[in-house]
């Protein structure tokens, strides 16, 4: 999701999102990892302080403007609007020193009877262009309809700051604290970037897109850069629609895990028969979530992946650490387990995606049954 210079294609895509943000018949909510957020959107205004009195504001106009080749009186003009959002920055803090990992804790956040219940009524509506999507890109509905679940309750809370306050916000004032700070920021000032490139080639106001506070917009809370390079007129309505159209959030879902290595036909994860320790253990953990040893080498370190006889693609031992709730679980992950963790770097993400699409088919198929039985 790095920034890229959009093409007349994408100007076009972010454009009609723009609009289709502007013509929203009501505003939408977003929860995330943090309960604060939707209470912090609604409120967030109130504490906000606009950026037109900040000289590093007024500066990143000028090199923004410079940069981009955009009229330097239109840049400034709007970060002068766009406003400091606190909350933002709060939000993106790095987790206290306290903060223990628990994989159980969180899975419980995102596998609720809400979550589940809605999926299946969003599968069942979506039958059809899951099902396409399935077939022309190779991406499990499963995994499609657990992505938008995870990020959005399926289009419920699709976030409502305002997206070039956020953008603003994470450029100009990103925690020094967090260890990332630099690379966060300039990742942000692209995205920032983005928009305001679009909105000045297309006369759209920037200030209608609303999203999450990272700035992620639509069913599938896509950053502006991911609209470039990913986002598809899927119900081939001649536009694209990312937050009123469940087809093209489809089919965008799909693209942007086709465009991050997804590999059709592979799986996403297999059991393990743990037996590692010491420096085995901590050799097969070092490279994260990145695949990198075949199942050969993992067993020859006391680690046996199960079902994987003759799969000699690399995988990664994947630590579920649960704090004090119970002991840590382990898994191999695949290449297309870590395609899921492009669009957030945690392997909590990836296996909440994983395990909500499955618990929604089955929740879907249950109904589906249960209806035919009636008839």
């Known amino acids: 999701m790095f920034p890229k210079r959009f093409t007349a294609a994408a100007t076009a895509v972010l454009s009609l999102c723009l609009l289709a943000a502007s013509a929203s018949a009501a505003p939408h909510k977003k929860t995330n990892r943090k309960k604060a957020a939707p209470v912090a959107a609604a409120s967030a205004a109130a504490a906000a302080v606009a950026y037109a009195s900040r000289d590093d504001a007024m500066q990143l106009a000028n090199d923004i403007a410079v940069r981009r080749d955009l009229p330097a009186d239109w840049v400034r003009a709007q970060l002068s609007e766009a406003r400091n959002l606190p909350v933002v920055t709060r939000l993106v803090a790095p987790a206290g020193k306290t903060f223990v990992k628990n994989w159980t804790v969180y899975r ?26 399935e077939q022309q890109f190779g991406v499990p509905a499963e995994i499609i309809v657990g992505i938008i679940g995870v990020e959005t309750i399926y289009g419920r809370n699709m976030g409502n700051f305002r997206v070039m306050d956020a953008l603003a916000t994470l450029t100009l004032d990103f925690p ?11 990742y942000f000032r692209g995205e920032l970037e983005q928009v305001l490139v679009t909105a000045n080639r297309t006369g759209s106001d920037p200030f209608a897109l609303r999203g999450s506070y990272a700035g992620a917009m639509g069913l599938g809370q896509f950053m502006p850069t991911s609209w470039d390079k990913y986002a598809v007129d899927f119900d081939g309505d001649g536009r694209i629609d990312l937050f009123n159209s469940a087809s093209d959030a489809i089919g965008s879902v799909a693209n942007y895990f086709i465009g991050h290595g997804w590999k059709p036909g592979l799986p996403t994860t297999f059991a393990v028969d743990m037996r590692a320790q010491g420096e085995n253990l901590a050799t097969l953990l070092a490279p994260d979530i990145n695949p ?8 020859e370190r006391g680690v046996r992946v199960l079902g994987a006889e003759g799969y000699e693609r690399p995988l990664a031992l994947i630590e579920l650490k649960n704090g004090s709730s119970g002991p840590t679980e382990y898994i191999a992950g695949t290449e297309n387990f870590y395609a899921i963790t492009r669009y957030n770097w945690s392997a909590f993400y990836a296996l909440s995606v994983i395990e909500l699409g499955r618990e929604v088919h089955e929740a879907y198929l249950a109904s589906q049954s249960t209806a035919a039985s009636r008839n």
Do not use: C, K, Y
Request: no cysteine.
């Open 176 to 186: 020094q604290s967090h260890p990332r700070a630099q690379a966060r920021t300039d």
């Open 108 to 133: 419980s956040r995102f596998i609720d009877p809400v979550r589940i219940r809605a999926g299946a009524s969003f599968w069942q509506a979506n039958r059809q262009a899951l099902e396409r999507a």
């Open 292 to 299: 990198t040893f075949t199942a050969a080498q993992m067993a």
